[in-house]
């Protein structure tokens, strides 16, 4: 079965940090690229940050660089987003996407950044 499961999402304080993960299964995972997507109510969900197929390149919205990291480690087809010096405006739900042969979306991790 293809998927992805997103999991560390929760409640934190403004100024501290999450470690989201990202584990999939039912495909090649070395050979997609992977990126982390945000949404809130009412607006379209936003590209966060996405990391090449080998790790080697990766870019990031303006509004969280200096802030998030994205990784992933092969061994463990896992993407994951260590997200630092929160914001309220980071709230929102999290998605894990992979794309290559085909696309695929995780079912999203709330992050909730408030005080």
């Known amino acids: 079965q293809v998927q992805l499961v997103e999991s560390g999402g929760g409640l934190v304080q403004p100024g501290g940090s999450l470690r989201l993960s990202c584990a999939a299964s039912?495909?090649?995972?070395?050979?997609?690229?992977m990126s982390w997507y945000r949404q809130t109510p009412g607006k379209e969900r936003e590209l966060v940050a996405v990391?090449?197929?080998?790790?080697?390149?990766?870019n990031y919205a303006d509004s969280v660089k200096g802030r998030f990291t994205i990784s992933r480690d092969i061994a463990k087809n896992t993407v994951y987003l260590q997200m630092n010096s929160l914001k309220p405006e980071d709230t929102a739900v999290y998605y894990c996407?992979?794309?290559?042969?085909?696309?695929?979306w995780g079912q999203g991790t709330q992050v909730t950044v408030s005080s």
């Open positions: 990391i090449t197929v080998g790790g080697g390149s990766t």
């Open positions: 039912g495909f090649t995972f070395s050979r997609y690229a």
């Open positions: 996407n992979a794309r290559g042969f085909r696309e695929v």
